[in-house]
């Protein structure tokens, strides 16, 4: 189920855990200490099964109307089970109820098929963001009567 982890909280750092293991250190990069400690003022969303965190998503409120969704992951053992969509359509229930008409977002070029797959739209030329070649895209939020 996915949930909001408070910033801190066991489940929020337990988090840090899988996004190093599923996005930084196939990379062989690490997190710099200010920038954990900079994302205070982001909503932490986890999806847990039981006590484990299998699957996480930052959403950075970049002003009133845009939501940058960012450091999406989940546990190898546990992709294409559903988790990623789940966590975004908990995004996307988000930026309704908090009045974000926008969702933005860098997606790694391997991921640019899950993003489609939820009807985000790409948006200019692909460029590079920790070494590794990304699309920038982004989905209108509205009320799906
Ligand atoms: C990308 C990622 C977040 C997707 O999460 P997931 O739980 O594996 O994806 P889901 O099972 O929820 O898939 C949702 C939809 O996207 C599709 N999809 C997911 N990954 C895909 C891929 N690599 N290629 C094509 N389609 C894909 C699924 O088929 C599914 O489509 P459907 O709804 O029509 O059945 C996850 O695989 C992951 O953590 N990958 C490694 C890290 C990464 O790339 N993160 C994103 C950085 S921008």
Redesign the pocket.
């Known amino acids: 189920m996915v949930s909001i982890a408070p910033f801190g909280s066991a489940l929020q750092i337990q988090s840090i855990g899988l996004r190093y293991e599923?996005?930084r250190k196939p990379l062989g990069l690490v997190f710099e200490k200010d920038d954990l400690l900079n994302e205070g003022n982001e909503i932490h969303l986890v999806y847990s099964q039981g006590a484990l965190v299998v699957?996480c998503m930052l959403l950075k409120p970049i002003d009133s109307n845009i939501l940058k969704m960012?450091?999406?992951?989940?546990?190898?053992h546990?992709?294409?089970?559903?988790?990623?969509?789940?966590?975004?359509q908990y995004a996307e229930n988000y930026a309704l109820e908090n009045g974000y008409p926008k969702i933005e977002?860098?997606?790694?070029e391997?991921?640019v098929?899950?993003?489609l797959?939820?009807n985000y739209t790409i948006e200019g030329e692909r460029f590079e963001e920790v070494g590794i070649p990304?699309f920038r895209m982004w989905k209108i939020i509205y009320l799906d009567t």
Do not use: C, N
């Open positions: 599923v996005l699957g960012r450091q999406v992951a989940v546990d190898e546990h992709q294409q089970k559903g988790i990623g969509k789940a966590l975004a977002l860098h997606a790694r391997t991921a098929p899950f993003y797959s939820m990304h």
